[in-house]
């Protein structure tokens, strides 16, 4: 038995993608934030805890440029959503270098994580277009 209707699963569907395919700035600064936020957190492993001088400076550089762009985001996309696909892909992008480019382990516990915040940043969405 299905849960939902075929209109209901389209309708899913076109709420989660059509803030992609808008071609409104705020969705792109909301991406140059989140590339931001990724650099600058990246460079906190690359500071060795402040201990580095240039990594160290770009940590607040990247950061103070990425709030700049999710404070200029804001001025038209809701806070919840924003700031869940800030932190939500910020956080998947920020696992995905540890994985592949410090070597950090990956398991099952990661993987489903992932997944529990790509599901709550869909569900935050959906739950906005509800509200339309």
């Known amino acids: 038995m299905h849960i939902f209707s075929v209109e209901h699963k389209q309708a899913l569907l076109l709420s989660l993608i059509k803030p992609f395919t808008s071609s409104s700035m705020h969705w792109l600064y909301l991406i140059i934030a989140i590339l931001l936020e990724v650099s600058g957190t990246t460079c906190m492993k690359f500071s060795d805890g402040f201990s ?74 959906y739950g906005q277009e509800q509200l339309h």
């Open 52 to 125: 580095k001088l240039v990594p160290s400076l770009f940590i607040f550089i990247f950061y103070g440029l990425s709030f700049t762009f999710l404070s200029m985001a804001l001025k038209v996309l809701p806070i919840a959503l924003t700031y869940a696909i800030w932190s939500g892909v910020g956080t998947a992008a920020i696992t995905v270098i540890g994985v592949l480019w410090f070597g950090e382990g990956i398991n099952a516990i990661k993987i489903i994580s992932l997944l529990l915040i790509i599901i709550g940043v869909a569900g935050l969405h």
